[in-house]
């Protein structure tokens, strides 16, 4: 069993949590920064400090490099380890409530343990 979660929602989400002013961590202003001096050539790093790269500008720095720069934005094709490890179910994260039923089901009993962790997603 594994959640998989939607490549569009997915790389919203690392935008908004990883290059806009809401995220001003160190280690991501150092990844904006390059996304920003790539994408518009900009090379005066104090230039650089104050600039945040527009999605659409995030997106094809992504494409650019395969999401090879940090494991949240890697193919999930990549983590999962597709097709070497063989999965009964792929649940789309968007769907786990709704799908509940059928994964408890599926591994033939509803009182596992996974399920029973505050803040689960399935509960």
């Not at 989400?13 to 050539?41: C, F, H, W």
Request: glycine share 4%.
């Amino acid at each position: 069993l594994t959640v998989i979660r939607n490549p569009w929602t997915r790389l919203v989400s690392g935008y908004i949590n990883k290059m806009t002013p809401q995220d001003m961590a160190k280690s991501m202003r150092d990844l904006r920064m390059t996304v920003v001096k790539e994408m518009r050539r900009i090379t005066d790093e104090e230039e650089l400090v104050n600039l945040f790269p527009t999605f659409p500008e995030f997106a094809q720095w992504i494409i650019r490099h395969h999401g090879s720069f940090d494991p949240h934005f890697k193919p999930q094709s990549q983590i999962l380890c597709i097709p070497a490890v063989k999965y009964d179910m792929i649940v789309p994260l968007e769907y786990a409530v709704l799908l509940k039923d059928k994964v408890l089901n599926s591994i033939r009993g509803s009182q596992s343990k996974i399920f029973e962790r505050p803040g689960n997603f399935l509960r």
